[in-house]
């Protein structure tokens, strides 16, 4: 992979190399529809599961689609489906990730123009999602996906959003701490952040996702910063008494 950030906005060399889209299907049923921060969370950790998989490295039958995708832009797009659409895009070779009520299925990364007929009749837009409620307050531990508060996406946008820090977050660790972060499950939060603690993490030097403005957002926008990835997964690895 290129030391080039895969969320800069000038073209560079990622924009030559072949692109690639890690797709990533919601499942919303008409009137069952799962809470907006579930959704983002889960999301999140679905991108966390397939870039931990052992498919997705060494000589694992997903790693060459791996390696090609975070060669390029890294691009994510989530897709909503329902019923009979849902259960096509089970039998996809993917992996389902399940939070407190939302699921998500990720998928392997494939070319740009290159969608899987059963995920590329799927709907991009309408993906409009709410919380009954305001969030409860993030675990003081866990990592947490900032978002910014003066950025308005939809859900979709905003899943995606959430998957790009949580990547970020991943690349920071060493292997021992990606293992212990797999092991744990990929426990995160996703919460928007006031005007003023956005402030102060984008001034703190940690990962943060300038979004190429591909959609919805206009490019160079700051989207999410992820905090705590490292002092969590450090955690997990030291000595129990």
């Known amino acids: ?62 790693a060459r689609a ?15 489906a329902r019923g009979a659409e849902w259960r096509r895009a089970e039998a996809l070779d993917g992996i389902t990730v399940t939070g407190r009520a939302a699921q998500v299925r990720v998928f392997p990364p494939v070319p740009l123009d290159g969608w899987p007929k059963d995920l590329a009749r799927l709907q991009v837009s309408g993906t409009d999602l709410d919380d009954p409620g305001a969030p409860v307050a993030a675990d003081p531990v866990a990592p947490v996906l900032w978002m910014n508060p003066g950025v308005e996406m939809s859900a979709g946008k905003a899943m995606a959003q959430a998957g790009h820090g949580a990547q970020l977050a991943w690349w920071e660790l060493s292997g021992e701490e990606r293992a212990a972060w797999r092991e744990a499950g990929h426990p995160l939060a996703v919460r ?50």
């Open 192 to 241: 928007t952040a006031g005007p003023d603690r956005w402030s102060e993490l984008t001034a703190g030097g940690l990962p943060l996702v300038r979004d190429a403005g591909f959609t919805e957002v206009a490019p160079g926008s700051c989207t999410v910063v992820a905090e705590g990835g490292s002092r969590y997964c450090s955690r997990l690895r030291l000595p129990r008494p």
């Open 66 to 80: 791996m390696g090609d995708w975070q060669d390029a832009r890294i691009r994510k797009v989530v897709r909503r």
């Open 1 to 62: 992979m290129t030391s080039e950030s895969p969320f800069r906005t000038a073209p560079g060399d990622r924009d030559l190399a072949p692109q690639f889209v890690l797709p990533l299907v919601v499942r919303i049923e008409r009137g069952d529809p799962p809470a907006r921060t579930d959704a983002l969370e889960t999301a999140a950790r679905a991108v966390l599961t397939i870039l931990s998989d052992e498919r997705s490295a060494g000589d694992g039958e997903w």
